[in-house]
Structure formats: C-alpha cells, structure tokens
C-alpha cells in the first residue's frame, strides 16, 4: 500500500496560517500524483488539492481555491500543503493519498488505506 505520515496540523485562529506535510512512506513519490482530502466531523472526506508528479500543474477545490497552496519537494519524498486565511469550515482531518487515475481529480479513491491524518482546528 501506498501510505504517507501527514503532520503539521493544530489549532489556529481564523485568518491564521498552517503549513501541513506529508511524507511518504516506504515508496517513492515521484512517479504519482498526490492529493490532499480532508473530512470534517458528521461529513464525508472530501478531495481539496492535488498536484501532478511533476509539480508542474496543480487543482484546487473551489472552497480554498487563492487560501491555499500544494507544492511537493521530490527529493525530500515529501508534498506539503500551504494554508492562509483559514477559515472555521477548514477544521477537520486532513489526509494524502495517491490519486485516483494518478491524475489531478479530487475524487477520493475508493478502498484507500488511509493514514493517521493530521487534525486542524480553525476556532477562536
């Protein structure tokens, strides 16, 4: 399976910024494109961003579409998601994962093995 540890969620203030990893585990990044999701409480996991193996293009759900920003770094095995001007309805658990396709689609893909995602909390 591939997995990825995500980290570098927390609790922020509206308006406030986080900077969230994920680093891939046991396999190369480099041949995939990778998406970000996130799942909210009492709501299904939704795709947010993703980003094309090169990084060369990338897609974005209209909700953070100018608020946030993937980018990955191939050498470090690692895809990072830059969040600004966050927002209460940001707060859930946010999770990577290879796309579906190996494309840009925010589709989830189904029968993942999700990992431990990393919790962010947008609250004053």
């Known amino acids: 399976h591939l997995q990825f540890v995500e980290s570098g969620g927390g609790l922020v203030q509206p308006g406030g910024s986080l900077r969230l990893s994920c680093a891939a585990s046991?396999?190369?990044?480099?041949?995939?494109?990778i998406g970000w999701f996130r799942q909210a409480p009492g709501k299904e996991r939704e795709g947010v961003s993703s980003?094309?193996?090169?990084?060369?293009?990338?897609n974005y759900a209209d909700s953070v579409k100018g608020r946030f920003t993937i980018s990955r770094d191939n050498a470090k095995n690692t895809v990072y998601l830059q969040m600004v001007s966050l927002k209460p309805e940001d707060t859930g658990v946010y999770y990577c994962?290879?796309?579906?396709?190996?494309?840009?689609?925010?589709?989830?893909?189904?029968?993942?093995?999700w990992g431990q995602g990393t919790q962010v909390t947008v609250s004053s």
């Open positions: 994962a290879v796309t579906v396709y190996n494309s840009l689609a925010l589709d989830i893909p189904p029968g993942y093995n």
């Open positions: 980003i094309t193996s090169s990084g060369g293009s990338t």
């Open positions: 046991g396999f190369t990044v480099d041949y995939y494109a």
